[in-house]
C-alpha cells in the first residue's frame, strides 16, 4: 500500500507501522522532507531517493509532496479485544460506528475527527464499505495509524456484542430526539448513517436511542463527516461539564 504525503508518512513512522521503505524524491531542499529522512532512518526504515518524475509515475493520488511510504497492507483491529482491552467501568469509552459509509473520503475525515476526539475505535462492515487505502489514510491526515478500526463481518452483531459490555448505542439520524436534549454520558456507541440511506432501519431499532440535530436552512442533511463530527464533540462537550 502507498501512503503519500508529508503528514501521513511522518504519522506512519511515529506510529512504528510496518514500512517496507520510503521514497523521497532525490535532490530535494525541503526541510520537512529531510525532517522525514532522518525519522525513517532513526527508526531503520530503508529511504530511496529517486527522480521527482519517477516519483510523479509512482504516485496514485498525484499529491505526493515529494515523498511516498511503502506500507503492508493495513492491519484491522479486532472488536473482541478492543472490548477486553477497555476499561468499560471507567464510563467513558466511545465507539464510532459507521453504517455503510461508501466514500473513502468520508471515512477518512471520520476517522480524523474520531481520532481527534480520544475515540475508543472506528468499526465499518467488510462488505458495502469504504475501506482504509490511501486516500482514507491520506484524508485522515495519517490519524489511521493512531486509533483502532474494527472491520467486523456484521455491525448489527457488532452493537449487540457493545451492548451486552455495557456501551449505550445511538443511531444518528433524522427525526430523533434533539442531541444536545439526550443524556449522552457513560459509555457510547454513535452509528453513522452510509451517505444518502442514513442508518439502515434494523440497525435502527437495536439502538438504545435515536438523535439528531437540528436543522434551521432549506437543506435538511449534512455530509456523513460533518454529522459525525458533531455528534462525536457534542459527547465530548457532555462529558467535559
Known amino acids: 500500500m502507498k501512503i503519500e ?5 511522518r504519522e506512519l513512522i511515529n506510529a512504528k507501522a510496518d514500512i517496507e521503505k520510503i521514497m523521497i524524491a532525490d535532490g ?4 520537512e522532507l529531510r525532517e522525514i529522512q532522518k525519522l525513517a532512518r532513526n527508526n531503520g526504515i530503508k529511504v530511496e531517493f529517486i527522480d ?8 496514485e493520488t498525484g499529491h505526493h509532496q515529494g515523498v511516498i511510504a511503502i506500507q503492508a497492507e493495513f492491519e484491522y483491529a479486532e472488536l473482541s479485544e478492543i472490548i477486553k482491552n477497555v476499561k468499560i467501568e471507567d464510563n ?25 476526539a480520544g475515540a475508543t475505535a472506528v468499526i465499518i462492515p467488510n462488505r458495502r464499505s469504504a475501506t482504509v487505502n490511501e486516500t482514507v489514510i491520506r484524508t485522515s491526515a495519517g490519524a489511521t495509524a493512531h486509533i483502532p ?18 456501551v449505550w448505542i445511538y443511531a444518528l439520524d433524522m427525526d430523533g430526539e434533539v442531541m444536545y436534549n ?15 440511506t442514513g442508518v439502515r432501519p434494523l440497525t435502527r431499532k437495536l439502538c438504545d436511542g435515536v438523535i439528531s440535530i437540528p436543522m434551521f436552512g432549506k437543506v435538511n442533511s449534512l455530509n456523513a463527516s460533518v454529522s459525525a463530527g458533531i455528534g462525536i464533540y457534542e459527547v465530548i462537550r457532555q462529558r467535559m461539564k
Open 52 to 59: 521527482r518524475r519517477a516519483l510523479d509515475k509512482k504516485s
Open 182 to 196: 439526550t443524556n449522552l454520558k457513560g459509555n457510547i456507541g454513535l452509528v453513522v448513517g452510509g451517505e444518502g
Open 28 to 31: 530535494t531542499a525541503d526541510q
Open 5 to 9: 504525503g508529508k503528514n501521513p508518512v
Open 92 to 116: 467513558n469509552a466511545l465507539f464510532i460506528i459507521l453504517d455503510e459509509i461508501l466514500d473513502p473520503h468520508n471515512l477518512g475525515s471520520i476517522v480524523r475527527v474520531s481520532e481527534c
Open 149 to 166: 478500526i474494527i472491520k467486523v463481518a456484521n455491525i448489527n452483531n457488532a452493537i449487540e456484542e457493545l451492548k451486552q459490555n455495557g
